[in-house]
Nanobody, 118 residues
Framework: QVQLVESGGGLVQPGGSLRVSCVVSESIFSINTMGWYRQAPGKERELVMTVTSSSTNYGDSVKGRFTMSRDYGKNTVYLQMNSLKPEDTAVYYC?????????????WGKGTLVTVSS
């Protein structure tokens, strides 16, 4: 069972930057896909970005503004968010997928709230 714990959410002004973190309970070398999703009030959960060893997928609304990085020594994944807009306000969820016992298993954190407002 992979556990994901997000932190770093908060209030930021439009145009500002914020970095959120996700600590993974196991070595991220064992994880096939790491990424982030978000859910705004009254909306469905949507893709922010996911990263595998060979590809990166972005949600259309964040391309060019958000980047993801990984610290393998700390088993931590970061989402750097720049040029934030009010419509980026959402709960941000860390996501991991690992291939185990013949199938892909999905894991989710509990989320961290990011509010973009003046």
């Amino acid at each position: 069972q992979v556990q994901l714990v997000e932190s770093g959410g908060g209030l930021v002004q439009p145009g500002g930057s914020l970095r959120v973190s996700c600590v993974v309970s196991e070595s991220i070398f064992s994880i096939n896909t790491m990424g982030w999703y978000r859910q705004a009030p009254g909306k469905e959960r949507e893709l922010v970005m996911t990263v595998t060893s060979s590809s990166t997928n972005y949600g259309d609304s964040v391309k060019g503004r958000f980047t993801m990085s990984r610290d393998y020594g700390k088993n931590t994944v970061y989402l750097q968010m720049n040029s934030l807009k009010p419509e980026d306000t959402a709960v941000y969820y860390c996501y991991a997928q690992r291939y185990t016992s013949g199938r892909n298993m999905d894991y989710w954190g509990k989320g961290t709230l990011v509010t973009v407002s003046s």
